[in-house]
């Protein structure tokens, strides 16, 4: 059974459950799930772990900028800044 993960979709209204992500199992044929089973806010379904290729490390901001990424840092609601 794959693993999938899942985090909410706004963490500011959900539980400190789903607000950090949470992995669940679930049979491929089940419809993906839509809402938290604590706050029944939102979540939205992250990459599958199963096909992600592992990552030895990751990557620090100097590295990610010197591979061309601009990293943004969330402030606040809505509110990015640029690092
Ligand atoms: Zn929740």
């Known amino acids: 059974m794959p693993i ?3 985090i909410a979709a706004d963490p500011e209204k ?3 459950i789903c607000s950090k992500g949470f992995e669940l199992m679930r049979p491929v044929d ?3 799930l839509e809402i ?3 706050c029944k806010n939102p ?3 992250l990459v599958s ?3 992600t290729p ?3 490390k990751p990557l620090s901001v100097s590295e990610a900028k010197s ?3 601009t990293i943004m840092k969330r402030r606040d609601k809505g509110v990015y800044e640029k690092l």
């Open 67 to 69: 591979k061309g990424f």
């Open 4 to 6: 999938y993960e899942y």
């Open 49 to 51: 772990r199963v096909n």
């Open 43 to 45: 979540v939205k379904k």
């Open 30 to 32: 089940r419809a993906p």
């Open 54 to 56: 592992k990552l030895t």
């Open 36 to 38: 938290c089973y604590l």
């Open 14 to 16: 959900s539980c400190r």
